[in-house]
């Protein structure tokens, strides 16, 4: 194993250039594959934000008693698809009116307009369903009325759908352009080794014992890749999160990023490139 450690590093060396172009076309696509997951993880974080804050409004009938009230709470309760039912009575709802816009509007019109409300906040997994629900509800013999926020909700979906449709093909694509730069990189430097390796044919070495350091380059690429890709992410990280950049774009700082993405991107790298390497060399042939 040291042997081939040392004969893998040996032949990276002596193809410096190449292996540096190599590490740094990768690194450049594991930094846009970086982007992507952290696009991609932050809007999951937004759009759970936004869910729970997404409820559905139930207007009730006029002169409903607080038993019939109470009894329509229970059965959205045994539904269980609300985190959190809130019940707004009309009283309550014109004095929060009367916080908005002028009191004096309000006793123009000389009685209170409003009905008796219950917010249904809806959990994130049963927001596909809510139309179901809201029909559901609108059965209810109290009810008078249902509002929620489709637009929003439909939105909220759009966008997740699309942008996952994008990380796939955009994660896919970079897939392909870091396993090609392994592969085109390794297979050169197969070919500048033929009659090293052809010498080893004749000495009877074996064709994993002529394989595996080229398959250790391989690795190494891919994680010279993932720690280029790594220092990049910290720079454009502390840039962002600088006093000049913060105070120009607030928004930025609040930003999630999961450290977690350090430990994934090494072996990802290591991956890609003993694959691609394997790949590069095909079948050894002894003549």
Known sequence: MKMHLHSAIKGLWFNRWSTLLSIISIGICFFIFTGFFLLLYNVEI?????????????YLKDDTGRTEISSMIEQLK???????????????AIKEMKNLIDPALI????????????????????????????????????????????????????IRVTLWNLAIAGFCLISIAILFIIYATVKS????????????KLLGATPSYIRFPFLVEGGIIG???????????????????????????????????PVEIFGLLPVLGMFLGIISSFFALGKIKYQ
């Open 107 to 158: 006793e123009l019109i000389g009685y209170n307009p409003l009905s008796d409300t219950i917010e249904a906040f809806i959990k994130e997994e049963s927001l596909q369903n809510i139309e179901q629900i809201t029909k559901n509800i609108k059965k209810m013999q109290i009810v008078d009325d249902v509002y929620y926020p489709a637009k929003i909700i439909v939105g909220l979906k759009t």
């Open 46 to 58: 937004f759009t759970k934000k936004l869910s729970t804050k997404a409820a559905i409004v139930i």
């Open 189 to 200: 430097f197969y070919w500048k080794k033929t009659e090293e390796i052809e010498i080893l």
């Open 78 to 92: 045994k539904m269980g698809v609300f985190s959190r039912i809130q019940y707004i009575s009309k009283d309550e």
């Open 223 to 257: 994680l010279g890749g993932t720690i280029f890709a790594g220092i990049l992410i910290c720079l454009v990280y502390f840039v962002l999160h600088s006093k000049s950049f913060s105070e120009f774009l607030p928004a930025v700082t609040q930003i999630e990023f």
